[in-house]
């Protein structure tokens, strides 16, 4: 009889560190926002500074209005289907918009570049931070089969 695949995949709870290593090892995420008292989420490019995720968006843009002194998630995650393994990092903080110009320029020769067009069109105009307060991971990792007697 066929081993049940989902017996070979065990989920580990990942350390603060291992999470920020993670974040910090990425450059595409995902905000969870509050738009007109639903749940929304958007890809964005972004830079981990410490344990402060810091991305960038455009003017007017919702994303901007919404976050700014919002309690925001922010999500990374690689999944590999294929052999059932992977990771997800989940953050929670409350967002706010960076406007000192020292730290401005400092984050604009790190930030990675922008995806321009497809996610963020004029994406320079605000820059937003999240302060990582809550800090949770996961992995999925294949456990060696277990030897049943025949």
């Not at 910090?24 to 410490?50: M, N």
């Not at 700014?68 to 992977?86: K, P, S, Y």
């Not at 960076?98 to 990675?112: G, K, Y």
């Amino acid at each position: 009889m066929a081993a049940d695949p989902a017996a070979t995949v065990e989920l580990a709870e990942l350390a603060e560190a291992e999470c920020l290593g993670l974040l910090a090892g990425k450059s595409i995420g995902r905000v969870v926002f509050t738009d007109a008292a639903l749940p929304a989420a958007q890809p964005v490019s972004y830079l981990l500074d410490g344990t402060e995720v810091v991305f960038r968006t455009g003017g007017g843009a919702k994303l901007a209005t919404a976050t700014r002194g919002a309690v925001v998630a922010f999500e990374v995650d690689e999944i590999d289907t294929a052999t059932r393994t992977g990771w997800s990092v989940l953050g929670v903080g409350e967002a706010y918009e960076v406007l000192d110009p020292h730290r401005l320029a400092e984050l604009a020769r790190r930030m990675p570049a922008p995806w321009t067009g497809l996610w963020a069109p004029n994406c320079a105009a605000h820059t937003i931070a999240v302060p990582l307060r809550r800090l949770t991971g996961r992995r999925l990792v294949s456990a060696a089969p277990v030897d049943e007697p025949g």
